[in-house]
């Protein structure tokens, strides 16, 4: 029989429904709908008393403004939000998975670029990167000059990647925080991707000085272009291709070899979430993400606002009381800069995320924990930190995808795997991005824009293990370049919108 609603925990008192359902449909034998109830909207499997408890997940949502009757829609206007899980004193370690019950990697070696410095790209790019944002248009228009006029004679370089942060100058360089913004441009210079070839391009008169980028020994001709320097247009363009051409000669001769998985780090994220990315997109990731981390590679996940919520689940899964610790002290920092700004939590989900049936920051946080799986977390990063372990690891950055994903960049992810409900045409220029869907009805709109679906999850047709198998299997691909995502395919790349939380001059 087709399935009409999913339920996760068995204390769950709402569902969400998997297709469109008009009133007086009988989702049981006992429930029937009492009006229409959209797609991944919820639906009260019993009476619910004004002021009771709505669970989904096994957890509660929210407390109901006035009475619910069994068969309702229940929509975000009747919900209150409960309190966010106290940070003090959380209990670690109480859920702790043993590596050999997670799923075993289906396979365990893929083909990435090795670098001298240790790490391992998954792709051969040329990165630009600018110390200030007065440099983009010309760097931009490099770029494309170099696409066009040099990338042909070098054949085994995929792109061509400018870097053009907002950060830079009219800044407060000293302010505490300044070393967030900082950090991302000291680490991005760095990539993976880039294959150890440093090509930083400053105006000449801004803030972020080379040397607080840079260590002394690189700041040299061969690596740093000032714009200032050159006599106009001509000279500035042909410094810039020259400096480049020496650096797709070098990177030309850069190859592909086996490596095993513990030299992959990729990051997940989601954005533009539905109620069934809890249940299908999101679950499924997380299978994978067990698998890497099986396999001995290290899976990043971020979005504080999105975790806030169920962070007491986090905290078991941390490996010890330090890593407890440096997670309260995360969402500590981050409950804090949100007051600063006069709002807290709830200002994460998005009128696109309340039509996907997410009633709250907190049913949006239970899906969206569940992308990191079930393995421990064996390390706890500040925005645009490097990792020092290997596994699991979260690496607090901002939800918003566009800052997350420069945010996971600069702490080194070789792919990153993105969820989405409502549909995003998101991208990365330096790293690859592999779209995954939660609704069959997602991927029939943009068939040829997202990976992989997701929906038979919910549907019934498929299992987590088998969708996840799927997603793991063409991360691999796409690490080893085998497969092009389509976020690639067409080039949608969206802006490197590193994370300022610093004052602006
Ligand atoms: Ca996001």
Redesign the pocket.
């Known amino acids: 029989m087709e399935r009409l609603y999913v339920k996760i925990a068995e204390r769950d008192n709402v569902a969400v429904a998997v297709r469109d359902l008009s009133e007086g449909t009988w989702i049981t034998e006992d429930i029937q709908c009492r009006q229409d109830i959209p797609q991944a909207h919820k639906v009260a499997l019993c009476d619910i008393a004004s002021g009771g408890e709505v669970i989904r997940y096994g957890v509660v949502i929210g407390y109901a403004v006035r009475g619910i009757a069994k068969g309702e829609w229940v929509n975000e206007h009747m919900l209150k939000l409960p309190q966010s899980p106290s940070l003090d004193d959380m209990e670690y370690g109480t859920n702790i998975v043993e590596m050999e019950s997670l799923p075993k990697p289906v396979r365990t070696v893929w083909r990435g670029y090795r670098n001298a410095a240790g790490s391992a790209g998954t792709k051969n790019i040329l990165g630009i990167v600018t110390t200030v944002q007065c440099a983009a248009g010309v760097v931009r228009a490099a770029a494309e000059r170099i696409r066009r006029e040099l990338l042909p004679k070098y054949p085994n370089v995929d792109d061509v990647a400018a870097v053009t942060h907002p950060y830079g100058c009219g800044v407060a360089i000293n302010a505490p925080l300044a070393h967030i913004p900082i950090r991302s441009i000291r680490n991005l210079i760095r990539h993976p991707n880039f294959g150890g070839e440093i090509m930083v391009i400053g105006l000449g008169c801004e803030k972020l000085t080379y040397d607080k980028i840079l260590p002394e020994e690189d700041i040299t001709p061969e690596n740093v272009l000032t714009l200032q320097e050159y006599a106009g247009h001509d000279a500035m363009m042909h410094a810039i291709l020259e400096m480049a051409e020496r650096k797709l000669k070098r990177l030309n001769q850069r190859e592909r070899e086996e490596l095993p998985l513990s030299e992959l780090v990729i990051g997940m ?3 533009g979430s539905d109620a069934f990315s809890g249940i299908s997109a999101n679950p499924s990731v997380g299978y994978a993400a067990d698998m890497l981390v099986r396999g001995g590679a290290s899976v990043l996940f971020s ?1 504080v606002t999105e975790v806030r919520d169920g962070v007491h689940m986090l905290a078991a899964r941390c490996k010890d009381k330090e890593v407890r610790d440096r997670l309260a002290e995360e969402m500590r920092w981050y409950d804090n800069y949100l007051e600063e700004g006069g709002v807290d939590r709830d200002a994460n989900p998005t009128p696109g995320n309340k039509q996907g049936g997410l009633a709250n920051i907190v049913e949006k946080a239970m899906g969206s924990i569940a992308k990191s799986g079930s393995s421990p977390i064996v390390e706890v990063l500040s925005p645009a930190e490097l990792p020092s372990k290997k596994g699991l690891i979260f690496a607090a950055a901002p ?3 566009i800052v ?1 994903g420069p945010s996971q960049a600069a702490s080194g992810i070789g792919l990153q795997v993105f969820m989405t409900g409502r549909g995003t045409p998101y991208g990365l220029d330096i790293c690859p991005v592999i779209k995954i869907c939660s609704r069959n009805e997602m991927k029939d709109h943009w068939f040829d824009m997202i990976d992989i679906s997701a929906g038979d999850v919910a549907t019934g047709k498929a299992t987590i293990a088998e969708v996840g198998t799927e997603i793991f299997e063409m991360i691999l691909d796409v690490a080893s370049g085998v497969h092009v995502p389509y976020s690639d395919l067409y080039g949608f790349h969206n802006d490197m919108c590193i994370f300022n939380p610093a004052p602006i001059t």
Do not use: F, L
Request: with cysteine; glycine share 12%; charged share 25%.
């Open positions: 994220q989601c954005g979005e939800a918003s995808d997350c």
